[in-house]
């Protein structure tokens, strides 16, 4: 699976949109970009993935770059309740024998 | 549909003591997953069941660490014994046939 390389964390205003990039150069075709946010003293939970296009759900939209080594997830009105730890993952769905975690983007939304 | 189950949720202990986390994993989820989350890092695998087998345990050291999956369903890991650098958060997992993992909310391990 690809690495991925995040920022160590980022601040976001309430109701404003939280962007947060994720660089996956090394992706390879089959694999997917997937996103999870750990909120303290919870395990990890699942946002969004995607393989090239844009994908947008209740909790996030996901941006892909056209030449897949990037992706930013959005939260379109952050709330105090998505300060969280965001890891980007690459991986291929099913099949897949662990989640290779890094050290993810502290997002702190702030009032 | 209740999520995946763990127990107890945070346990101290003096390091050369035993203890044991329970997992219950999502009904029907066929595959079973330990991870180990030290401070500020992410989740590490340390093992991961098919059904009722071990598949994947590279990682889990094996000298102190052990781990079963009775009737493929709860899961047991246990430490003996442990050690002070087994302070850590213990989390469990489960997915339908490999795909998307569902996680529990960790058991939280202090070893004083």
């Known amino acids: 699976d690809a690495k991925t390389t995040q920022p160590p964390s980022m601040d976001c205003a309430e109701g404003r949109a939280a962007n947060l990039p994720c660089n996956h150069s090394t992706i390879s075709g089959n694999e997917y970009v997937y996103w999870y946010r750990q909120i303290h003293s919870q395990g990890p939970q699942y946002i969004i993935h995607g393989l090239k296009n844009n994908e947008t759900n209740e909790m996030a939209s996901l941006i892909i770059t056209e030449d897949r080594k990037s992706s930013t997830l959005i939260l379109p009105h952050a709330t105090l309740r998505d300060t969280a730890v965001y890891y980007c993952i690459v991986r291929r769905p099913y099949n897949t024998d662990k989640l290779i975690f890094g050290t993810g983007t502290r997002l702190q939304v702030f009032p | 549909e209740a999520g995946v189950v763990q127990s107890p949720r945070y346990k101290i202990i003096e390091k050369k003591q035993p203890v044991a986390f329970w997992c219950n994993p999502i009904?029907?989820?066929?595959?079973l997953y330990w991870y180990l989350q030290n401070l500020g890092q992410g989740p590490e695998l340390l093992i991961r069941y098919e059904n009722e087998e071990a598949v994947d345990d590279s990682q889990l050291p094996k000298d102190r660490f052990s781990a079963e999956r009775l009737k493929g369903v709860d899961s047991t890991l246990k430490i003996q014994p442990a050690e002070l650098g087994d302070s850590a958060v213990y989390l469990c997992?489960?997915?339908?046939?490999?795909?998307?993992?569902?996680f529990g909310p960790g058991t939280r391990l202090t070893v004083t």
């Open positions: 997992a489960s997915s339908l046939d490999r795909n998307e993992q569902y």
């Open positions: 009904s029907g989820h066929n595959t």
